[in-house]
């Protein structure tokens, strides 16, 4: 069976890339197309495949700006050529879906959102550009929703991430789809005996993920905050920081392992599609304080596994973090740990499997079925 697995672009290792190789392990023989491939940035459990980009690729700056070239993507996906394949899986956030199959091919979309600058957060994200981008972004906008609707269509069976991106996928395009939880394959380090008294913040220094509101509060209440990211924000927040808060930029693995394990809580204040940060955190029996949205209604149990905040305010959240410390002792590390296991990658990966080959056997017996004969 020829495999290609489709994803918006391979410019770095986040979310999207982990599921990427994933599925390059449940399909050793798959080949990946891409829009925009940057090698140096990506692992080598991808990069061991064949990787084919679209025309978008070859463009001027295209490895650090490609996002202006999201008008072309359409274009660029309905010009690869998938007839060798039997089974395509198009891994979308970014334009992946859109791509044209053999009728008898089975096409899956794994979805981490329906694009959400097209969708649930254009008016965030426009509010957000000034000069021409603002001006032209309703008119192209308006257009790649035309056409991000009409490539649902080309999709044989949706795979959301979590039952809040299902959500997205009913109401944009008015399909079901399967909730396979994304696989969160950190290998956290053992929790600490005796936490640090700092607290964590995790997270791309982008404005949606709210991490002012983190810096704020905790300037207000005079605690130490560590924040681990870099991104657009980072030298905005670094001015804000007050002296109990610290930004330490990217850190390896290895490093942010340790973090995790020994803070006394993760502070997560975005609305996330899903968010692997907090069940990274749970890995080291590290409770979250989390805002009562997105996926994390579905990774956090408030009162075992952490605590919600109503809102995304600084007033919330130190509302949160004094709860939270009146009642830190109830936390059980070991409980947390438990948890966080059933989003581990085997579990993705056996979902996955297990799915899969459920859709081909019911198309290979479709298939097999004995045609009607007209009188």
Same mark, same amino acid.
Not at 55 to 80: K, W
Not at 293 to 311: K, R
Not at 336 to 343: D, E, K, M, V, Y
Not at 351 to 356: A, N
């Given at each position: ?47 061991? *495949? ?5 025309f978008i690729n ?46 008898d091919a089975l *096409? ?14 254009? *008016? ?79 997270s791309q220094l ?170």
């Amino acid at each position: 069976m020829r495999v290609a697995i489709v994803h918006y672009w391979l410019v770095g290792m986040r979310g999207g890339e982990k599921v990427v190789e994933e599925l390059c392990d449940i399909f050793p023989q798959a080949d990946v197309f891409t829009h925009v491939y940057k090698p140096s940035a990506i692992s080598k459990r991808i990069t061991s *495949h064949e990787i084919k980009t679209t025309f978008i690729n070859q463009l001027p700056f295209a490895q650090s700006q490609y996002q202006y070239y999201l008008p072309l993507m359409p274009l660029a996906l309905e010009q690869i050529n998938l007839d060798d394949y039997d089974l395509v899986i198009s891994s979308e956030s970014g334009p992946a879906k859109g791509v044209i199959t053999r009728p008898d091919a089975l *096409h899956i979309c794994y979805c981490h959102s329906p694009m959400r600058y097209v969708w649930s957060a254009y *008016h965030e994200y426009r509010g957000r550009t000034d000069g021409v981008t603002r001006l032209l972004m309703p008119h192209i906008m308006h257009r790649m929703r035309m056409w991000d609707h009409a490539a649902a269509d080309r999709v044989d069976h949706f795979i959301a991430n979590s039952h809040n991106v299902a959500e997205r996928i009913w109401k944009y395009y008015r399909r079901q789809s399967t909730v396979i939880y994304p696989p969160v394959s950190f290998d956290a380090a053992v929790p600490s005996p005796s936490r640090e008294d700092f607290y964590l913040f995790v997270s791309q220094l982008v404005p949606y993920k709210n991490a002012d509101v983190a810096v704020e509060a905790f300037n207000r209440m005079g605690k130490r905050l560590l924040v681990i990211g870099q991104g657009e924000e980072y030298a905005r927040l670094k001015r804000c920081a007050g002296p109990t808060v610290e930004l330490l930029g990217h850190q390896s693995d290895e490093m942010l392992k340790s973090y995790y394990a020994r803070c006394r809580a993760l502070v997560f204040v975005a609305n996330e599609d899903f968010g692997m940060v907090p069940v990274e955190a749970m890995k080291a029996g590290t409770p979250v304080l989390a805002y009562r949205g997105g996926g994390a209604l579905e990774t956090v149990v408030d009162g075992e596994t952490g605590l919600f905040m109503n809102d995304q305010t600084p007033d919330s959240l130190i509302d949160a973090v004094e709860r939270f410390e009146a009642a830190e002792h109830r936390f059980d590390s070991a409980r947390i740990i438990r948890w966080a296991q059933q989003f581990s990658a085997n579990a993705f990966k056996q979902r996955m499997t297990d799915v899969t080959n459920s859709w081909l056997d019911d198309r290979l017996r479709r298939r097999a079925a004995p045609q009607r004969q007209v009188a």
